[in-house]
């Protein structure tokens, strides 16, 4: 009895078998597209950009670093928010604030790492105070010496712009940027509170048979204050005519002065109201040259509005 079980189990799976394999044959598996989808492994994606160039040092180091909330993101110069402001205010950019020995000119000097603030400022620990070396996010503690190598690479490389050329150095005119007034012990007689009605650009006031000193301060990005040359001082009774032909026309040559409050240089003229006609306003103006340009720059000149001449002007008391 058990061997005709066994025999005829064996017969039906054999039967299940070729009728499987009937049905497969004429039903076959639908065909998977995905079958041939080649899945290749991604590309390693390389930086194209030269290390030492300026975009990628705005990118790498300038960006994150130093484009902070309170610090370079256009608060105050240089402002590292976008490479174009960056490169602006670094490359031939005067700066403001000098270490004891006036040694800088230049926030980046090309080709002269050692001349430039922004490579100092990075290297130096104490630049004018203790612990003052940037970036100010972590006090102490240098940049990445990778990152320093980066920068002054860049710097002796010629300070590059974004497109790769070389910047020009610059040589605007002499910028004439305003003037003191004070008597023989330097007392300030151009104040507000001396000047008529109190009115900031009004003449300033001054008695008749007077020696007074007007110190003028000048800046120019290619020549030093002590090498300007011409440095006069006209006076007229017209305030947009100053040839030797004007009423009550006088000149005065000033000289270089370094003032002991703050060891910068001053142009000085010495003036004696008594050169001058009483219950008259006197304007003036200043003129140097940087010997690089053929006309001498003045200031102020004739085509500012009123209050600017008025304000390099002074009335003699009758």
């Known amino acids: ?38 899945y290749l492994t991604p590309p390693i994606l390389s930086d194209t950009l030269d ?3 300026f975009v990628a ?6 960006a994150p670093t130093c484009a902070q909330p309170g610090c370079h993101d256009g608060v105050f110069e240089p ?34 790492k050692l001349k430039s603030v922004l490579y100092e400022r990075i290297t130096n620990c104490c630049f004018v105070n203790q612990n003052d070396r940037m970036p100010q996010d972590n006090i102490g503690t240098p940049m990445a010496s990778e990152k320093i190598e980066r920068i002054g690479n860049w ?9 790769g050329n070389i910047p020009q150095y610059p040589n605007s005119e002499p910028k004439i940027l305003y003037f003191y007034a004070v008597n023989s012990q330097f007392s300030p007689l151009s104040n507000t509170e001396n000047r008529i009605d109190s009115v900031f650009y009004n003449p300033f006031i001054v008695p008749a048979n007077y020696a007074m000193n007007i110190a003028i301060a000048v800046e120019d ?11 006069k001082l006209k006076m007229s009774y017209d305030p947009d005519n100053f040839s030797t032909s004007a009423p009550g026309y006088k000149e005065f040559q000033a000289y270089v002065f370094t003032y002991p409050g703050n060891g910068k240089k001053y142009f000085l003229a010495n003036v004696n109201t008594n050169q001058f006609t009483s219950d008259r306003v006197v304007y ?19 085509s500012l509005p009123l209050p600017y001449k008025t304000f390099f002007s002074f009335y003699i008391q009758p």
């Open 221 to 231: 990005d290619s020549t030093a204050v002590d090498q300007l040359s011409y440095n």
């Open 51 to 53: 290390p030492n160039s």
């Open 1 to 38: 009895m058990k061997k005709k079980i066994v025999v005829c189990c064996f017969l039906i799976s054999c039967l299940s078998l070729s009728l499987s394999s009937c049905w497969k044959e004429s039903n076959p598996e639908p065909s998977n597209p995905y079958l041939q989808v080649k």
């Open 155 to 163: 710097i002796s490389g010629g300070a590059k712009d974004p497109f």
């Open 79 to 112: 402002d590292f928010r976008s490479l174009e402001s960056s490169y602006s205010t670094l490359v031939y950019a005067k700066i403001i604030k000098n270490n004891a020995d006036s040694s800088f000119t230049f926030r980046v000097l090309p080709f002269d």
């Open 57 to 62: 040092i705005h990118r790498d180091i300038l």
């Open 284 to 302: 003036f103006r200043f003129y140097t040259n940087d010997g690089d340009h053929a006309a001498n720059t003045e200031y102020p000149y004739s």
